[in-house]
């Protein structure tokens, strides 16, 4: 499996600089998707700059699961949603590369995948994985990083996905991002 650069833990403040908002707007970018409720997932959310979002979108009765293999990450997020109020809409999970996850099989509603699918050695598994857990008709939100990955890379990361069941549902327009909206089949 190839090796990738994984983001250090320090990039997960930057990334939370709310600067970013002048190109990522979090309501604007998730709002169409996310519905009171739903079950959620927020795949290498770093400290959580789209899942506190996607926590106040899912409410009370919905939970959004936090995926990362850094715990740094996963400890500013947690902190961040216990000031916000929503620790129990947000659940922080440490992963290793090459788990999998049976556990959450045909539970989930929505997952956003943002800036990550780069940093992961086996793309073929990842999209494989995130399908298994997505209900039939369930949405993924899919953005690279614009300059950072070439658009061959991204393409070849669209053919993974279809390898795993998800095909194209709408052209998706995110500022500096190569991005687009997957369904499962
Ligand atoms: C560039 S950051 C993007 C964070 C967030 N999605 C955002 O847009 O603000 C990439 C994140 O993915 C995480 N990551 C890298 N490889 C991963 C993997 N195999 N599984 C889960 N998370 C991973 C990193 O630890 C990092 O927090």
Same mark, same amino acid.
């Given at each position: ?82 000031? /916000?109020? $929503? &620790? ?5 999970? %440490? ?9 959450? #099989? ?49 393409? /070849?990361? $669209? &053919? ?5 069941? %998800? ?9 500096? #991002? ?8």
């Amino acid at each position: 499996m190839e090796k990738k650069n994984v983001c250090p833990w320090w990039m997960g403040y930057v990334l939370l600089n709310p600067l970013r908002k002048l190109s990522h707007k979090p309501e604007e970018i998730l709002e169409p998707y996310l519905k009171p409720g739903m079950n959620a997932v927020d795949f290498g959310c770093a400290m959580g700059y789209f899942s506190l979002p996607m926590a106040r979108m899912v409410g009370k009765e919905g939970t959004v699961y936090c995926f990362d293999i850094q715990q740094k990450m996963l400890s500013k997020l947690t902190t961040r949603a216990s000031d /916000q109020g $929503l &620790s129990k809409i947000i659940k922080p999970i %440490l992963i290793n590369e090459g788990d999998t996850y049976h556990q959450y #099989s045909g539970t989930i509603d929505f997952i956003l995948l943002f800036a990550v699918a780069h940093e992961v050695g086996d793309q073929r598994k990842l999209f494989a994985d995130l399908s298994v857990m997505m209900k039939p008709g369930a949405l993924m939100l899919f953005a690279e990083p614009a300059g950072h990955v070439k658009q061959s890379g991204f393409e /070849q990361s $669209l &053919s993974y996905a279809a390898m795993g069941g %998800l095909e194209k549902a709408e052209e998706r327009n995110i500022n500096r #991002s190569m991005s687009i909206l997957l369904r499962k089949t």
